[in-house]
């Protein structure tokens, strides 16, 4: 049995920013140990100290500036016997998803040579599981050779993961596993009931105890407090490392889910939450995930500026819609960013 390499900070409760050891500029992304109340003074800052703060952490540790592009493919879809009040996959939810059966191998190898083809550097691979079988881990395992093979990396999320799963994934090669915290532990219990905090935490150890690289995010506006939202990522930072990855999704209401009738998070609050993650896990790619359709391109402009360094790309994300490949291209293009795969060849796309 491997030991779990994670281990959580503890968090530590300030009443208020004078009690901040210093100001908030001070060198805190590389303490490791983020109290809620440090996290509400970044998102209080006003919005152009944070986003200066947020640019120089990200030109410190991304001089190249680079964007990676990751293309997310439902390999199997529907019909998941959780209850995750925002996903139209919950089979329990009218949302008109049909279940499909797990898909075919040479389905899914030509999914990611299309892929690749468009400029991904990154092939994930979900599954709408509350955990994958041992049966289904033997067939996911060929996918990941197969995606592998073809020069890409490998990243799945299958649910939650016992550590000889996690041995047999990592053996054929996955490079990244997903799992999300989705949200503050405080918040968790009003979307999720068939879950715990402590099972994704504990997926999130067993990734770690085989040596893989950890994707792991959530979702902003569910109804969460901007304290909430604070104690969420200081949750993904004071991980032991944090994640590599960490995708930040902007809730799609969806008919039929619990979530359906959500008011929007105002925008400047998503850029804000961008900005933060950022500070306070420097190193991570910060991916924008589902919802960035409906951000538009000014939003995601300055999504970009706050330090997201990744997106979904080209594909269906999930069953929720994701701008087409050639409108990425062209935003990047008027950015001036260039991709994770064309940086070394200094190409601009
Ligand atoms: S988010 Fe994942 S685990 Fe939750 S209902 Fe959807 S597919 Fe199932």
């Given amino acids: 049995m491997l030991d779990a390499q994670i281990t959580e900070k503890p968090l530590t409760f300030i009443k208020s920013q004078s009690d901040l050891p210093g ?14 109340a440090q996290i509400e003074a970044l998102f209080a800052l006003p919005f152009n100290d944070l986003m200066f703060k947020a640019q120089q952490t990200h030109q410190t540790y991304f001089p190249d500036g680079d964007v990676e592009l990751a293309t ?33 191998l040479e389905d899914v190898l030509e999914a990611a040579k299309a892929a690749k083809a468009a400029g991904s550097n ?13 049966r289904d881990i033997e067939k996911v395992a060929a996918m990941i050779k197969g995606v592998k093979a073809l020069g890409l990396e490998t990243c799945a999320t299958l649910g939650m ?51 893989m ?25 004071n991980l032991s490392p944090y994640p590599e990855s960490v995708p930040i999704n902007h809730l799609v209401p969806v008919a039929g889910t619990p979530l359906a009738e959500q008011a929007p998070l105002d925008p400047l609050e998503f850029v804000r939450t961008i900005a933060v993650a950022r500070i306070t896990m420097p190193r991570a790619r910060v991916r924008l995930s589902a919802g960035r359709q409906e951000l538009g391109r000014a939003v995601q402009a300055m999504c970009f500026q706050a330090g997201a ?9 999930l069953t929720t819609g994701n701008p087409e490949a050639e409108q990425d291209r062209a935003l990047l293009a008027d950015l001036g960013l ?12």
């Fill in 122 to 134: 990154r092939f994930c691979m979900g599954a709408a599981w509350r955990e994958p079988k041992d």
């Fill in 23 to 36: 100001d908030v500029d001070s060198d805190l992304e590389t303490s490791g140990a983020w109290s809620v």
């Fill in 161 to 211: 993961l016992e550590t000889t799963q996690a041995q047999a994934l990592q053996e054929a090669g996955l490079d990244f596993y997903n799992h999300n915290l989705d949200t503050s532990e405080d918040f968790y219990r009003s979307v999720i009931s068939t879950r715990g905090y402590q099972d994704r935490l504990d997926t999130i150890s067993n990734v770690r105890a085989v040596g």
């Fill in 72 to 104: 997310l493919l439902s390999i199997k879809t529907g019909g998941c016997p959780e209850d995750c009040g925002y996903c139209p996959q919950a089979a329990r939810y009218d949302t008109g998803v049909k279940a499909n059966k797990l898909m075919e």
């Fill in 213 to 237: 690289s950890v994707c792991c995010g959530g979702i902003v506006g569910m109804g969460e407090s901007r304290e909430q939202r604070a104690a969420f990522l200081a949750r993904l930072a």
């Fill in 309 to 317: 360094n990744s997106i979904f790309y080209g594909e269906q994300l």
């Fill in 338 to 349: 260039k991709t994770k795969q064309s940086c070394k060849s200094e190409v601009l796309i």
